[in-house]
């Protein structure tokens, strides 16, 4: 599992969202803890697969916060967890991430 990520439940297997209240308490900025978040929906919310999100990733974050995000994975030699979508009460899948 990536850092910061939340686990929804007892699954081991699916991320569900960035622990906001950890990035707060490890000192990082407002706009350090948008690149983490911004960094993570391309990851998981964009359709790209995994290497295609890392190409961007690389592309768009070659230093600061989010760079250690696409780095977990690029090195990752059991890859990532899926994403986790919850439904809020339309039955739209809403993320717990927030800035």
């Known amino acids: 599992m990536a850092p ?3 686990v ?3 699954s081991r297997n699916r991320e569900a969202g960035l622990n906001i209240v950890d990035l707060r308490r490890a000192g990082l900025k407002l706009e350090e803890r948008r ?3 911004s960094a993570f929906h391309i990851l998981y919310r964009s359709g790209l697969n995994v290497a295609q999100a890392v190409v961007r990733l690389e592309g768009q974050f070659p230093s600061g916060p989010a760079r250690g995000r696409w780095e977990f994975v690029k090195t990752s030699s059991r890859g990532i967890c899926g ?3 919850h439904s809020d009460a339309d039955g739209d899948a809403t993320s717990t991430a927030e800035g």
């Open 4 to 6: 910061f990520c939340l």
């Open 8 to 10: 929804p439940g007892l």
């Open 35 to 37: 690149q983490i978040r």
């Open 83 to 85: 994403w986790k979508a």
